[in-house]
């Protein structure tokens, strides 16, 4: 099918033009629209861009940083303010899906992709909006962003770590080094005297969209991270979670896995 | 069907081509200025036949929007050797029987040209890194490998020649 491109220099006219149209599409990396557009999709008829170069900035803010849409897998890896974040963005395709991939697409790809956005999730990830006023938590995104697609993310805000213990992700995968996923886990473990003190734990290809698991973040509030400290929180791993089947896993396959890797996550022991 | 003016440099040489809007890179590649190196496999971006490089960074150019690359460098599995002289790269996959069907070569050598460009000595892990977005179904990716790690020693012993 036929489709017009539309490349825009700033953020706010390419998302009033997105507003305006039901049949437009926003184009970040390429990888998920492109892969639409060979597969001739009858889904859009537009292509919205924008070469705002303020969309591939990060900028760091006390204990926040702010990554801009635009940024690639590519840019993480290069860019060592974003260090934590190095083994997620190695885990996302490989190096030519790397430097085209953006963070902001990210959010946006379907189950079991966006292993990068359950990191974001960990790390309190808020989401700005060309011309939304205030930043959106990253879960309440999730959960309306397939039934509003038509707004343009400019960046999202997340906390950077205090030290390189308190966050962890863990991939799964059935093949090396580049896999799919059967699921994804990313932790922040803040630590006071040795106990857990706003645990953030988020799960990818358990759900629709990648997810927050807040039954295991209270079940580890306060305790500390060995064998009888997690138990409760191992317990609550699947917790009214109800996990797809594809071609990768099945449902039963992906509830039974989760609280080993969880285990293997919070002892740090996994790899 | 609009049709857009782009230009670029393609193995060196400017290119100037109409490019329909929302056409991909491979389709420009292949269609509009004939270099037929780089495959299309899955146009999906899993098997990377499509690798080429843009500014010296790895693309799948399946997944490229044409537009995009105005005014940057496209290079290609076309622009490695030069006449009958083979890139040492391709010399190596010749020596190790890195191809056999050869349809995923020209994505392997440009995934390998550039590591080596970016890192002229790497290990085997990093080699496995690099090719890990390119599918083989023929040669279990071991010939390939070795291939990578001799073309890097013959490239270093030619730069200390």
Redesign the interface.
Known sequence: MPVSVKTYAGVEEAARALSASRSARFFGGGTLVMRALNEGTQAFDTVIRVTDPALRQVKPEGDRLTIGAGVTMAAVLANRDLAFLHPVARSIGGPAVRTMATIGGNLFAACPYGDFTVALLALDGAVTIAGGGRALNLDDFLKVRDREPRVIVTSVTITRPRDAQAFRFHKVSRIKPKGISVLSIAAHLPQSGGRVNNARVAYGAMGPTPLRVTGVERALEGRSLDASGIAPALAAATERLDPPTDALASSWYRREVAPVHLRRLLLNQAG | ??R?PIEFRHNGRDQAIFV???S?LLDVLRRGVGDFAPKYGC???TC?CC?VL?DG????S????A??VAGRSIETTSGLGKGVELHPLQQAFMDNFAAQCGYCTPGMLM?AK??LDHNPSPSRQEV???????ICRCTGYEPIIAAVLDASSRMSGRRSA
């Not at chain 2, 960074?57 to 799948?60: D, G, M, N, Y």
């Open positions: 069907m609009a857009t329909e809007e929302g991909n146009g999906q971006g990377g690798t843009v960074e790895p693309h799948l399946c997944l490229t929007l537009e995009t995934a550039s590591l496995v890194e690099a090719i890990a977005g390119n």
